[in-house]
């Protein structure tokens, strides 16, 4: 038997005001798509805008669903809607917030599980990393480089 290691390194923001401009701005339309959630049971929001590589931003919010499997992350959402509007362009950064209706969230939300494996399709497929940037209501906020360091052992077509 051998031990693996494996370490992820993430830069930490205090404000919003301390991002780069660009990434501020991305973040507060992160925050205003937010409020378009669809969260009556959950009553947990989130938002997600997306810069492409052509200059567009898509954004997304979390839709749910009665049949809670049908229901949609703000993530998905976001990355879906950019594959079928511009198929060509290459996601560059993506920023993510979430707000609870029931508690203030102080603490960085990073995307579920699922939304870890669809970003990563995207990566791989672009051949480029993501920059990913992730808070909660306040406080602060997350950068990772790539989604290689919130999902370091990728399940992706070579595996097929």
């Known amino acids: 038997m051998k031990k693996i290691t494996i ?10 005001q301390e991002l ?4 501020q701005n991305l973040m507060e339309q992160a925050v205003g798509v937010r409020k378009n959630a669809y969260a009556p049971y959950s009553k947990f929001r989130v938002g997600a805008a997306l810069l492409l ?14 049949a809670y499997p049908s ?3 703000a993530e998905r959402v976001a990355i879906f809607h950019a594959g079928a509007i511009y198929p060509e362009a290459k ?13 203030k969230t102080i603490a960085p939300i990073p995307p579920c ?9 995207y990566e791989i497929r672009q051949e480029n ?3 990913i940037y992730f808070m909660g209501e306040t406080g ?21």
């Open 7 to 16: 370490t992820s390194q993430f830069s930490a923001y205090n404000s919003l």
């Open 113 to 121: 599980g699922a939304c870890r494996q669809s970003i990563a399709e």
């Open 53 to 66: 590589d052509n200059g567009q931003t898509v954004l997304g919010s979390n839709q749910e669903n009665a």
């Open 129 to 131: 990393p993501i920059e």
């Open 140 to 160: 602060d906020i997350y950068k990772s480089d790539s989604l290689k360091n919130l999902l370091p052992f990728m399940f992706d077509k070579k595996f097929l």
């Open 20 to 23: 780069p401009s660009d990434i």
């Open 91 to 103: 996601i560059l950064k993506m920023a993510i917030t979430a707000a609870s209706d029931s508690n």
């Open 71 to 73: 229901g949609l992350c």
